[in-house]
């Protein structure tokens, strides 16, 4: 049986289109990494000004500190949806399971479009090893990640006109 969720009263318009134009801006013109584009167009759609934002979200580039896990993408959109049920529901037990589903629904999402969540997998690339950052900057960032940092943003709206209602 699922707990009832307290929430306060949000007036969130979401605009998937913005949003999606937002985060790609970020990423390829201000050339923010992925999971800092994702927090960073998230926070602003739902009306969030932090100082942090979106720097606290570079760690998550390159699947974590350019290890090649989950694509910064995923995790960055992860971190907008925490920070919309925050804000939506002041209560920690009740919006942690909340936060759980919206995240996992991004994740599997864009795991079924993509057939994996993994950085290395996806763009096809070691970031770690020498000469592996500059072949993304080279062309595989504007080749495959900015289609996925695309794809993420499009899910991060789909969840956050679901948090808002």
């Known amino acids: 049986m699922k707990k ?7 007036a969130w318009t979401i605009d998937a289109r913005k949003l999606i134009q937002r985060a790609d801006a970020l990423f390829m013109k ?4 992925c999971g800092e584009s994702l ?3 998230g926070c602003e759609a739902i009306g969030v ?3 942090l934002v979106p720097d606290i979200a570079l760690g998550l580039g390159g699947g974590v500190g350019l290890q090649g896990e989950t694509c910064g993408a995923v995790t960055g959109a992860a971190l907008a949806v925490s920070v919309a049920w925050a804000k939506k529901t002041p209560l920690y037990d ?10 996992g629904r991004i994740c599997d999402a864009l795991k079924a479009k993509w ?3 993994t950085c290395r997998k996806l763009c096809g690339l ?3 090893r020498p000469g592996g950052l500059e072949k993304l900057m080279a062309g595989v960032k504007a080749e495959k990640c900015t ?6 943003a499009r899910e991060l709206a789909k969840e956050l006109k679901k948090i808002m209602n």
């Open 4 to 10: 009832e969720v307290k929430t306060k009263k949000v």
């Open 30 to 33: 201000e050339c923010r990494c």
């Open 39 to 41: 927090l960073c167009a």
């Open 49 to 51: 000004r932090c100082d």
């Open 94 to 103: 009740d919006r942690k399971m909340a936060t759980f589903e919206s995240a």
């Open 115 to 117: 057939g994996s969540v």
């Open 126 to 128: 070691n970031l770690a």
């Open 147 to 152: 289609g996925f940092v695309k794809d993420a």
